[in-house]
């Protein structure tokens, strides 16, 4: 018996061996594939290789995979006659918020100042170099002002936060559409009415929250799918709708596919891509935010971002309720703000308005050793791009403290009059003037090229990947479409102009993948972007796969540039899968721009073979 005992162990532990043997090739090999970049740059194809697939076998219409050369002036490149499609998997690939970048590159961050809600961006090695597919069956999206309340189910198929929230009104499917009746978390019987309620608390005229045009940019933190955003739009406000891609992942993306201005971000370590007094008013309704961690940082950075005079609309429970943990916030929270010169302008049931001095008197009037302190002198409250928070507060430039106040017309005078702060860069009102209407002109040209291929409401979500002074999206105004200004990291901040404007935007370097999701502008507009991120040493290549990531199936790319970019893009067009639309001249609209050439491409609508099967 002892003897059979024994060669029946020695079985079940060969056994076992051999499936941990199995069991550990399984994982070299899967983990190989991910981790197993070669050392002289490895394209993304390696590093992605276990979930690409080749368009010639996938796409419907594919042509074969052999390469042709191009190049820009600086010499030939090979250029894909088709380009690898990524995963199904991948169809919502964010590069630089991507979680598993995070774990593949074993990252140690702080998860509880929310680092890994921050952008880490893949290197070069491990970029995907493949076209994120649609999800199947997808659809060209609703059209606005009809997406502001429903979206196709399946361009976003999560349902999750429509039974997570169902009592809150968020969202609801219904067939083969998702609904938006407009509430919120704290707003469960709509946005509008909640709205109405904080301008009558603050007095303002036929309870509308413009105040007369003085209130037209603000900052919606945690901001769910945008519904206080969407319904702040019919009253001429503006809101960068702010959430990260955190347990609610798809609510930007919800978002942005009713058209609504929104942006991936989170209150963590760096500072929001925005300059000081960018926002008149910031508004969290219950956004779970901890706003006394750190010494008050997180309420200091809304600090530095809103004007003289700007509003903080807080809604939550620390506001209104009596159990020991939440009056002990809200004494705290209190003696906080107060000591940041913040007095409370009104509050009611549930919310409250606190509102930030006009001047720097108050700050100079408290005790020494006060906290927070006031920044440094030599702190630049508009360096953004990769900055620490700091836990201290933002004074009033020199300007700001005579005018008392941002000296800002009301919205939407403040379109066309020069900002204020446009002495901060040497401009004259001239130059702006100028630069106003030759913008005016240019996108007049624009429309014209584009008008045998769209109607009214074709467009709603548009971007300008280097704007300057905002006269793009300025000239814009009348047509039914929202823009995301982007200013690159490294040239003149004028991003504090066009906040100035009355219009948002945001900081980028384009020598990484922008934080939102794919199919997601409707227009993107390219002002020489591909020969500022050449003059970098950056991949034009990996530019244009990121255009295609977030452009939506027939969406269209301006490209004015000059006449060898436009080339490099043309030999592009087929792996791309785009189409070109129109090309012309610049030479007519600027003595500075007269060896510029126009292009215009169209994306088109393409499916993999595996999503049809899916939808079918």
């Known amino acids: 018996m002892r003897g059979r005992s024994d060669g029946g162990q020695k079985k079940r532990l060969i056994t076992s061996l051999c499936a941990v043997a199995i069991f550990l090739g399984f994982l070299y090999v899967y983990y190989g594939s991910i981790f197993g970049s070669s050392s002289n740059g490895a394209s993304a194809l390696e590093y992605g290789g276990k979930s690409l697939r080749k368009i010639g076998s996938s796409y419907l219409g594919g042509d074969d995979e052999s390469s042709t ?42 998860l509880s100042v929310m680092e890994h809600y921050e952008r880490h961006c893949p290197p070069p090695e491990r970029r995907y170099n493949c076209l994120i597919p649609p999800p199947p069956g997808y659809k060209v999206p609703i059209k606005w002002p009809q997406s502001r309340d429903e979206v196709w189910k399946a361009n976003i198929p999560h349902t999750h936060l429509a039974h997570e929230k169902s009592d809150q009104n968020w969202m609801v499917v219904k067939g083969e559409k998702i609904v938006f009746p407009g509430g919120g978390t704290h707003f469960h019987y709509g946005a ?52 990260p891609n955190d347990v609610h992942q798809n609510q930007i993306q919800f978002a942005l596919e009713r058209g609504i201005p929104a942006c991936l971000g989170v209150l963590g370590t760096k500072r929001l891509p925005y300059p000081s007094r960018s926002f008149e008013l910031a508004h969290c309704s219950r956004c779970r935010i901890d706003w006394l ?23 939550s429970p620390e506001a209104y309720a009596q159990d020991e943990e939440d009056l002990r916030i809200w004494k705290e929270m209190s003696a906080l703000v107060e000591r940041m010169c ?9 919310t409250v308005i606190w509102q930030k001095p006009l001047t720097n008197d108050c700050y100079m009037e408290r005790a020494p050793g006060t906290n927070p302190p006031l920044c440094r002198s030599d702190d630049d409250p508009d360096a953004v791009w990769g900055v620490p928070m700091e836990a201290c507060i933002t004074p009033y430039s020199d300007h700001d403290q005579k005018a008392k106040g941002s ?31 030759t913008w005016r002109q240019r996108v007049e040209n624009y429309w014209n090229l584009l008008s045998p291929k769209i ?20 000239a814009l105004k009348e047509r039914n479409v929202w823009v995301m200004n982007v200013i690159p990291e490294d040239g003149p901040n004028t991003l504090k102009l066009i906040y100035d404007r009355g219009l948002i935007g945001t900081t980028h370097n384009w020598c990484e993948a922008f934080s939102t999701y794919p199919r997601t502008n409707d227009l993107l507009h390219a002002w020489t972007v591909f020969s500022d991120i050449e003059k970098k040493g950056c991949s034009a290549e990996d530019l244009l796969l990121e255009m295609d990531r977030i452009l939506r199936p027939k969406g269209f790319i301006i490209i004015r540039d ?50 049809i099967l899916n939808s079918e």
């Open 192 to 243: 509008d009415k909640y709205i109405a309620s904080i301008a009558n608390m603050l007095n303002f005229s036929h309870n509308n929250l413009n105040n007369e045009g003085r209130v037209r940019t603000v900052l919606d933190v945690g901001c769910g799918v945008a519904s206080f955003g969407a319904y702040l739009l019919s009253s001429d406000i503006i809101a960068m709708s702010l959430a």
């Open 562 to 611: 000059k006449q060898p970019v436009i080339d490099f893009v043309r030999k592009y067009l087929s792996a791309l899968h785009w189409e070109a639309v129109a090309t012309a001249d610049s030479s007519s609209d600027s003595e500075h721009e007269g060896d510029n050439v126009v292009f215009i491409v169209q994306k088109k609508l393409w499916l993999t073979s595996e999503s």
């Open 342 to 350: 913040w007095r409370i302008a009104a509050k009611r049931n549930q």
């Open 69 to 110: 050369k191009s190049g820009l002036e600086d010499g030939d490149v090979v250029v894909p006659k088709t380009f690898p499609v990524c995963d199904d998997r991948h169809s919502e690939l964010i590069p630089c918020l991507d979680r598993n970048i995070i774990y593949q590159m074993r990252l140690k961050l702080d």
């Open 293 to 315: 961690q750190r010494d008050g940082i997180l309420l200091l950075e809304l600090d530095r971002l809103l004007r003289p005079g700007g509003y903080f609309a807080y809604s």
């Open 455 to 474: 109607e009214a409401n074709t467009l709603r979500n548009l971007m300008d990947m280097k704007a300057n002074m905002g006269s793009f999206a300025a």
């Open 407 to 437: 000296g800002l017309a009301p919205w939407p005078a403040r379109l066309t009059s020069p900002p204020p702060r446009l002495a901060d860069f040497g401009y004259s009102n001239e130059m702006f003037e100028i630069d106003t209407e």
